[in-house]
């Protein structure tokens, strides 16, 4: 199973760079075992304000949201999130939404996460979290 971070979502809806834009469209059409994490549902509305130069609007955020949902389950926290969320911002020095999108994927059983911003932090966990805009070299 995978999951999106909050930036994957944002750039599918970003005109201004049209490279990313394409690799953020491609991983969500090809997201077949996706799903959609709360904190992520939340912060890409929130996000989403970024856009506004763009012509973006809530209203388009708060469609494109629906969309998302209509392609893939929303996950919601789970009483165990919150506790290793705890743990991850504590001892990890983790921020807190970083540590509870990490914290739900753990929890929920994905396997990998794509996100921009949070490369692979932890071999101790069975989650890979993959920066898509990275060439492997």
């Not at 005109?15 to 799903?35: C, E, T």
């Not at 856009?51 to 809530?58: D, I, K, V, Y």
């Not at 990890?92 to 970083?98: A, H, I, P, Q, V």
Request: aromatic fraction near 10%; charge should be negative.
């Amino acid at each position: 199973m995978i999951a999106l971070d909050t930036n994957i979502l944002i750039y599918a809806c970003d005109k201004a760079d049209l490279k990313r834009q394409q690799v953020a469209l491609d991983l969500i059409s090809n997201a077949h075992d996706g799903v959609l994490l709360w904190q992520v549902a939340c912060e890409f509305v929130a996000a989403s304000r970024k856009l506004r130069s763009q012509g973006f609007t809530m209203a388009d955020a708060w469609e494109r949201l629906a969309d998302y949902l209509a392609l893939f389950p929303l996950i919601l926290p789970a009483a165990g999130t919150l506790e290793r969320a705890r743990i991850l911002q504590a001892e990890d020095g983790w921020s807190f939404w970083d540590a509870m999108i990490v914290a739900a994927c753990l929890e929920c059983g994905v396997t990998r996460l794509y996100s921009e911003d949070l490369p692979g932090r932890d071999v101790r966990w069975p989650l890979e979290i993959v920066n898509p805009f990275v060439q492997p070299r």
